[in-house]
């Protein structure tokens, strides 16, 4: 499925709250908590122009978070809606930070993830990012990985 990958708007808040919520909801047992981005504010990430989300069929089907980091491109936030997983909208996402990330010269993307979420740390595997580090970080068990571009 091709999506339409754009800068998210503020009407768009709601919905962007409401898809990660239903993307992240299936990983509060294993986590034992809230995973992160159910609790990331995204108000401060649309201000910020770090919010894009894609649309897919006139909705929001997926939603990612960047944040230029100098020498690195960051991934914050990628949720994809639990109705359209496995569509290739999470692979478009990644696919369009890595353009952003070339255009500013970056070096590499970066991201992270909760060691409990397995599934997640094999998609990025499966698109050429490579654990860097484990550590506890901001009260989780994280998992960085990074896939240079140069």
């Known amino acids: 499925m091709s999506a339409t990958i754009r800068p998210a708007r503020r009407g768009d808040l709601s919905a962007v709250q409401a898809l990660v919520e239903a993307g992240f909801a299936r990983y509060v047992a294993e986590i034992g908590r809230r995973p992160a981005p159910m609790d990331h504010d995204y108000a ?3 201000s910020a122009g770090h919010l894009y989300v894609a649309e897919a069929d006139g909705k929001i089907a997926a939603v990612m978070v960047t944040r230029d980091l100098g020498s690195f ?3 914050d936030v990628l949720a994809v809606d639990p109705a359209r997983q496995a569509q290739g909208l999470g692979g478009q996402l990644l696919a369009f930070a890595e353009t ?4 500013r010269s970056a070096e590499a993307l970066q991201l992270h993830t909760n060691a409990a979420m397995r599934a997640a740390q094999a998609f990025y595997r499966q698109h050429g990012f490579v654990t860097v580090e484990r550590r506890w970080h901001k ?7 990074r896939k240079r571009l140069a």
């Open 44 to 46: 401060a990430a649309l």
């Open 139 to 145: 009260g989780y068990d994280r998992i960085f990985l």
């Open 100 to 103: 952003r990330a070339r255009e």
């Open 73 to 75: 491109w960051e991934i």
